[in-house]
C-alpha cells in the first residue's frame, strides 16, 4: 500500500501564493505518476497537474497554466505544488494522488485525505 499526506494548506489573500507538498511513504513503486486534483464546493473533482517519478512529462489544466508549477524532490518522497496569483476560483481542497498505471483518474491510484485552500477577495 502507498500512504499519501498533504500539507501546506490554508487562508490567504487573492494574488497570494501557497505551496502544497505530498509525502509518500510505503509501496510507491519505481515507475509511477503523481498529481494533484482539487474540488470547489458543488463542483466535480478536477486534475489540475502532474508529473512521472522521473520528473517527466509535466501536464496542467487550463484553469491553473502559468499560475501552478509542480515539482517533486525523489530523496524526500515529496511532490510539490506551487500556486501563485492564486484567485477566489481556486478555493477547494487539494487531493495528491498517486497511480503506477501512469493515469490519474478520480476512483484510482492512491489519494490522500486532501488540504483544504481557501483564497480571499
Known amino acids: 500500500q502507498v500512504q499519501l499526506v498533504e500539507s501546506g494548506g490554508g487562508l490567504v489573500q487573492a494574488g497570494g501564493s501557497l505551496r502544497l507538498s505530498c509525502v509518500a511513504s510505503?509501496?510507491?513503486?519505481?515507475?509511477?505518476?503523481m498529481g494533484w486534483f482539487r474540488q470547489a464546493p458543488g463542483k466535480e473533482r478536477e486534475l489540475i497537474a502532474g508529473?512521472?517519478?522521473?520528473?517527466?512529462?509535466?501536464a496542467y489544466a487550463d484553469s491553473v497554466k502559468g499560475r501552478f508549477t509542480i515539482s517533486r524532490d525523489d530523496a524526500k518522497n515529496t511532490v510539490y505544488l506551487q500556486m501563485n496569483s492564486l484567485k477566489p476560483e481556486d478555493t477547494a481542497v487539494y487531493y495528491c494522488?498517486?497511480?503506477?498505471?501512469?493515469?490519474?483518474?478520480?476512483?484510482?491510484?492512491?489519494w490522500g485525505p486532501g488540504t483544504q485552500v481557501t483564497v480571499s477577495s
Open positions: 508529473i512521472n517519478w522521473s520528473g517527466s512529462n509535466i
Open positions: 494522488v498517486l497511480d503506477r498505471t501512469l493515469r490519474l483518474r478520480i476512483g484510482a491510484g492512491f
Open positions: 510505503g509501496r510507491t513503486g519505481t515507475i509511477y505518476r
